[in-house]
């Protein structure tokens, strides 16, 4: 699995790296170029989780066909249904929202009962798929090293990464997010070279489906320090240009406040993307284009 890519992606990170800018002043007016000409496209994914009937499934889907929410210029709309509904989804959603996985194998197909492989995904169209979510991390074990190895090997099959990383209560409360967030990114950033198709989503573990929820003082915290963890260890243009987007009980009520973080560039939404309210949270998009 790793001979495929990691010699290449050890080569193509250290020439991304030598051409680095020699200050920070050059540095600064690149991501200020950047963040004016090319903008973070605003990016909302819906994270449907193990839930749904078809029935339910087609209210939902019903509920995005009919809402009024901005373009494709200003945000991007991805909703990941389980496994079972992902071609029925595809087929009903309204052309400018796009559909996600919700997990995908580290390798080609096989003798693997219950996998999904990437490949897959790619036969059935499917553009994107979620990997590294905080609950395959702590239910089934999936280390950080496994979860690059996932990232690495869908991006060499051409699928779009929404890669999870996030920190525990515990953690939090020994101030040690910061670094976890940091070796959970530093894991993914030895196996993947390109980052075009990457979107990281910070979602600190404890405010996952607990009500709880990041001040947005803090998710602006902990996203500028993965931009600067980003701009120190893969480059200058990756930090400027990666998404980096918040998960953890975002609703319709707060969604805006988060939004207007600087470096918050969307979100991942859990419970609330079954529900009306997530056109709300779409529309939060305004704020940036604002």
């Known amino acids: 699995m790793g001979d495929e890519y990691a010699v290449t992606v050890g080569s193509q990170k250290l020439e991304t790296r030598s051409k680095g800018f020699s200050s920070d002043c050059s540095v600064s007016r690149l991501n200020r170029k950047k963040n004016i000409n090319m903008g973070r496209k605003f990016f909302v994914g819906g994270n449907w989780k193990c839930n749904g009937t078809t029935e339910e499934v087609?209210?939902?889907?019903?509920?995005?066909?009919?809402?009024?929410?901005?373009?494709?210029?200003?945000?991007?709309?991805v909703v990941s249904p389980p496994f079972p509904f992902l071609p029925f989804v595809k087929g009903l959603l309204r052309s400018d929202f796009h559909v996600a996985a919700q997990n995908c194998w580290v390798r080609k197909g096989g003798a693997y009962t219950g996998e999904v492989s990437a490949e897959m995904l790619v036969n059935l169209g499917i553009p994107w798929v979620i990997l590294g979510h905080s609950e395959r991390r702590q239910l089934l074990q999936e280390t950080s090293e496994f979860v690059a190895d996932k990232v690495a090997y869908a991006l060499s099959q051409g699928?779009?990464?929404?890669?999870?990383?996030?920190?525990?209560?515990?953690?939090?409360?020994?101030?040690?997010?910061?670094?976890?967030?940091?070796e959970q990114t530093k894991a993914?950033?030895?196996?993947v070279s390109n980052w075009d198709n990457v979107v990281l989503a910070y979602e600190p573990v404890w405010a996952i489906g607990t009500g709880k929820v990041a001040t947005p003082a803090q998710a602006q915290e902990v996203h500028a320090d993965l931009r600067k963890w980003l701009h120190a260890n893969v480059s200058a243009e990756v930090a400027a240009s990666v998404r980096i987007i918040y998960g953890g009980s975002v609703n319709g009520a707060n969604s805006k406040e988060l939004a207007a973080q600087v470096d918050v560039d969307g979100f991942l939404v859990g419970g609330a993307s079954l529900k009306p309210e997530f056109v709300d949270i779409i529309n939060a998009a305004t704020v940036k284009k604002n």
């Open 58 to 77: 087609k209210k939902i889907v019903t509920t995005l066909n009919e809402a009024n929410v901005p373009g494709e210029d200003v945000v991007e709309v």
């Open 188 to 191: 993914i950033a030895a196996k």
């Open 159 to 182: 699928l779009k990464v929404i890669a999870c990383i996030g920190e525990t209560l515990e953690q939090r409360e020994a101030g040690t997010t910061a670094a976890v967030v940091a």
